[in-house]
C-alpha cells in the first residue's frame, strides 16, 4: 500500500473515532459532579479509620495496594528489559576503560555547572528521602521521592563527574537494591497472612493522623517503592549512560 | 469550570500538537518538556498535587534525559557508520 | 466538556502523529502525548466543582474534595510511562544497530 493511501485511511479512521469519542464522552456524568460513592466513602475511610493525612497516597498503597504492586513490578520488568537490551550492545570491561579515558581527558562542562551540581545534590537528596518518608502526610510518596533520588544521581552525571557516577553505581548495589523493594513490598503484602488476617491488609497500628507513623503499613510501603523506584530509574538512566560513554570509542 | 483550567487545558492541547507536529526528535524532546510542564500546571488547576508532582520529576528529569541520551548514541552510530563508508570509498 | 473534547484532541492528535511518523523517537514521544490524553481524562472525570485537594493535613476533615482514586490511578500511571518510554528506547537503539536506519517504513522483517 502507497504511503498516500496509508495516510488517507488513517485520517479517515482517525475521524471515525473521532466522532466515536465525542459521542462516548457526551455521555458522561456533567463536568464538575462525579458520580460515584467511591469518592465520598474513600476519604472518609482514608482519614477516619486509617489516620492517614493524604487520601491519595492512602489509597494507592492501601485501598488499591493490589494495583500497587502490580505497578511497582511493572517498573521492575521494565529496568530488567531496558539492562538486557542495552547490555547486548557493549562488552565486559569497556565500561571501565571508557571512564578512564573520560576522567582523564577531564570534564568537558563548565565550571560553574559542575559547581552547582555539586552544590545542589545534597539538598536534592535530602528532598528525595523527605519526600518519600512523608507520603502520608503531604503530597508525595514513594514514586515521586524515588524519581527524585534518581534525579539526584543524574545531577552528578550532568555536572560531568562521569567517574563519580561509575563509582557510585556499582552496578550489583542498584541491581539488589532494585529487588529488595520489590521483595519488601510483596513480603509486606503477604504479611496479612501472617497475621491471620487477609493479604494486603493494613496489620500495623494505625497511630494519629499528621505524625510520621501514622497509616500502619502505608510508610511501610511507601519506603519500599521509593527504594525500589530509585534503584530501577537509577538502572534505566545508568544504562543509558553507559551507552553514551562508549560513544567516543565508536559504537561498541 | 475555571479561567485557570480552561486556559489550561487549551495550553495542553496546543503543547500536544507542537509535540506531534515537530518532526526533529532532538526539538520534539523540547515540545515534549513543554507539554509536560502545562500538563503538571493543568494537574494543579485540577487539584491533584501528587499527580502534579510526579509529572513534574518524570516529564522534565526523566524522559527527556532518555530521549537525549538515546539520540546522541544513535546519531553517534550513524556517524561511525557514515566514516566506515567515506573509507572504505 | 472542554475538558473531555482536550483529552478527545490529544488521542487523536497523538495517532496521528503516530501513523505518519518517520523517525522512531518521534514514535515515542507521540505515544507519550497519547498517554497525556488519559491522564486529562482521568482527572476532568474526578473533580468536583468547590473541591479541595484531598490532602486532610490542614483542612477540615468535611470539606468537599475532589476524587481521591482516580489520582491515584494517574499517579502510577505517569510513573510507568517513564518506564514504557525506556524500554521502547532501548528497543529503538537496538533496532538502530540492527537495521542501520530510525525510519519504521524501512525496518525490515525479523530474521531468524
Same mark, same amino acid.
Given at each position: 500500500?502507497?504511503?498516500?493511501? *496509508?495516510?488517507?485511511?488513517?485520517?479517515?479512521?482517525?475521524?471515525?473515532?473521532?466522532?466515536?469519542?465525542?459521542?462516548?464522552?457526551?455521555?458522561?456524568?456533567?463536568?464538575?459532579?462525579? *458520580?460515584? @460513592?467511591?469518592? $465520598?466513602?474513600? @476519604?472518609?475511610?482514608?482519614?477516619?479509620? &486509617?489516620?492517614? !493525612?493524604?487520601?491519595? =497516597?492512602?489509597?494507592?498503597?492501601?485501598?488499591?495496594?493490589?494495583?500497587?504492586?502490580?505497578?511497582?513490578?511493572?517498573?521492575?520488568?521494565?529496568?530488567?528489559?531496558?539492562?538486557?537490551?542495552?547490555?547486548?550492545? &557493549?562488552?565486559?570491561?569497556?565500561?571501565?576503560?571508557?571512564?578512564?579515558?573520560?576522567? &582523564?581527558?577531564?570534564?568537558?562542562?563548565?565550571?560553574?555547572?559542575?559547581?552547582?551540581?555539586?552544590?545542589?545534590?545534597? @539538598?536534592?537528596?535530602?528532598?528525595?528521602?523527605?519526600?518519600?518518608?512523608?507520603?502520608?502526610?503531604?503530597?508525595?510518596?514513594?514514586?515521586?521521592?524515588?524519581?527524585?533520588?534518581?534525579?539526584?544521581?543524574?545531577?552528578?552525571? !550532568?555536572?560531568?563527574?562521569?567517574?563519580?557516577?561509575?563509582?557510585? *553505581?556499582?552496578?550489583?548495589?542498584?541491581?539488589?537494591?532494585?529487588?529488595?523493594?520489590? #521483595?519488601?513490598?510483596?513480603?509486606?503484602?503477604? !504479611?496479612?497472612?501472617?497475621?491471620?488476617? #487477609?493479604?494486603?491488609?493494613?496489620?500495623?497500628?494505625?497511630?494519629?493522623?499528621?505524625?510520621?507513623?501514622?497509616?500502619?503499613?502505608? @510508610?511501610?510501603?511507601?519506603?519500599?517503592?521509593?527504594?525500589?523506584? =530509585?534503584?530501577?530509574?537509577?538502572?534505566?538512566?545508568?544504562?543509558?549512560? $553507559?551507552?553514551?560513554?562508549?560513544?567516543? &570509542?565508536?559504537?561498541? | 469550570?475555571?479561567?485557570?483550567?480552561?486556559?489550561?487545558?487549551?495550553?495542553?492541547?496546543?503543547?500536544?500538537?507542537?509535540?506531534?507536529?515537530? %518532526?526533529?526528535?532532538? %526539538?520534539?524532546?523540547?515540545?515534549?518538556?513543554?507539554?509536560?510542564?502545562?500538563?503538571?500546571?493543568?494537574?494543579?488547576?485540577?487539584?491533584?498535587?501528587?499527580?502534579?508532582?510526579?509529572?513534574?520529576?518524570?516529564?522534565?528529569?526523566?524522559?527527556?534525559?532518555?530521549?537525549?541520551?538515546?539520540?546522541?548514541?544513535? +546519531?553517534?552510530?550513524? +556517524?561511525?557508520?557514515? +566514516? /566506515?563508508?567515506?573509507? /572504505? +570509498? | 466538556?472542554?475538558?473531555?473534547?482536550?483529552?478527545?484532541?490529544?488521542?487523536?492528535?497523538?495517532?496521528?502523529?503516530?501513523?505518519?511518523?518517520?523517525?522512531?523517537?518521534?514514535?515515542?514521544?507521540?505515544?507519550?502525548?497519547?498517554?497525556?490524553?488519559?491522564?486529562?481524562?482521568?482527572?476532568?472525570?474526578?473533580?468536583?466543582?468547590?473541591?479541595?485537594?484531598?490532602?486532610?493535613?490542614?483542612?477540615?476533615?468535611?470539606?468537599?474534595?475532589?476524587?481521591?482514586?482516580?489520582?491515584?490511578?494517574?499517579?502510577?500511571?505517569?510513573?510507568?510511562?517513564?518506564?514504557?518510554?525506556?524500554?521502547?528506547?532501548?528497543?529503538?537503539?537496538?533496532?538502530?544497530?540492527?537495521?542501520?536506519?530510525?525510519?519504521?517504513?524501512?525496518?525490515?522483517?525479523?530474521?531468524?
Amino acid at each position: 500500500m502507497s504511503a498516500r493511501a *496509508r495516510l488517507v485511511l488513517g485520517l479517515g479512521s482517525l475521524a471515525g473515532l473521532g466522532a466515536l469519542l465525542v459521542w462516548a464522552v457526551g455521555g458522561l456524568p456533567d463536568f464538575g459532579h462525579p *458520580r460515584g @460513592p467511591y469518592a $465520598d466513602l474513600a @476519604p472518609r475511610i482514608m482519614l477516619d479509620e &486509617r489516620h492517614v !493525612a493524604n487520601a491519595v =497516597t492512602g489509597i494507592t498503597f492501601d485501598l488499591r495496594g493490589f494495583d500497587t504492586l502490580g505497578e511497582e513490578l511493572i517498573l521492575f520488568v521494565a529496568a530488567l528489559g531496558a539492562a538486557v537490551l542495552l547490555r547486548a550492545l &557493549r562488552t565486559e570491561g569497556a565500561i571501565e576503560e571508557a571512564a578512564a579515558d573520560e576522567e &582523564r581527558r577531564g570534564p568537558g562542562t563548565a565550571d560553574a555547572l559542575r559547581a552547582l551540581g555539586a552544590v545542589l545534590v545534597g @539538598p536534592m537528596l535530602l528532598l528525595g528521602i523527605y519526600v518519600v518518608v512523608h507520603g502520608a502526610l503531604t503530597p508525595g510518596g514513594g514514586f515521586q521521592g524515588g524519581v527524585l533520588l534518581a534525579g539526584a544521581l543524574l545531577l552528578v552525571y !550532568a555536572a560531568g563527574q562521569v567517574a563519580a557516577v561509575e563509582r557510585v *553505581r556499582p552496578a550489583s548495589l542498584v541491581e539488589v537494591a532494585d529487588a529488595l523493594g520489590a #521483595a519488601a513490598y510483596t513480603l509486606v503484602a503477604l !504479611a496479612g497472612l501472617v497475621f491471620g488476617v #487477609a493479604v494486603m491488609d493494613n496489620v500495623l497500628a494505625y497511630g494519629t493522623t499528621g505524625s510520621l507513623l501514622s497509616g500502619g503499613t502505608v @510508610p511501610v510501603l511507601s519506603v519500599a517503592v521509593g527504594v525500589e523506584v =530509585t534503584a530501577g530509574v537509577t538502572l534505566i538512566l545508568s544504562e543509558f549512560v $553507559d551507552q553514551m560513554l562508549l560513544r567516543s &570509542r565508536g559504537g561498541d | 469550570m475555571t479561567a485557570l483550567q480552561t486556559v489550561c487545558l487549551l495550553a495542553v492541547a496546543v503543547a500536544g500538537t507542537a509535540t506531534v507536529l515537530t %518532526r526533529d526528535p532532538l %526539538r520534539q524532546a523540547v515540545a515534549s518538556g513543554s507539554l509536560g510542564l502545562a500538563l503538571s500546571v493543568l494537574f494543579l488547576a485540577f487539584g491533584a498535587p501528587d499527580v502534579a508532582l510526579s509529572q513534574i520529576v518524570v516529564a522534565g528529569v526523566a524522559v527527556p534525559v532518555m530521549v537525549l541520551l538515546a539520540l546522541a548514541k544513535i +546519531r553517534t552510530v550513524d +556517524r561511525a557508520a557514515a +566514516r /566506515e563508508d567515506a573509507g /572504505e +570509498r | 466538556m472542554v475538558a473531555y473534547l482536550v483529552a478527545v484532541w490529544l488521542l487523536l492528535v497523538g495517532l496521528y502523529g503516530v501513523i505518519t511518523s518517520r523517525h522512531l523517537v518521534h514514535l515515542v514521544l507521540c505515544l507519550g502525548v497519547m498517554q497525556a490524553s488519559t491522564y486529562v481524562l482521568l482527572l476532568a472525570i474526578g473533580w468536583r466543582v468547590g473541591g479541595a485537594a484531598p490532602i486532610f493535613a490542614d483542612i477540615p476533615p468535611s470539606t468537599p474534595v475532589v476524587d481521591p482514586v482516580v489520582q491515584a490511578l494517574t499517579l502510577t500511571d505517569v510513573v510507568v510511562e517513564a518506564t514504557v518510554v525506556a524500554v521502547l528506547l532501548a528497543l529503538t537503539v537496538q533496532a538502530h544497530k540492527r537495521f542501520g536506519t530510525c525510519d519504521p517504513d524501512a525496518l525490515g522483517a525479523l530474521r531468524g
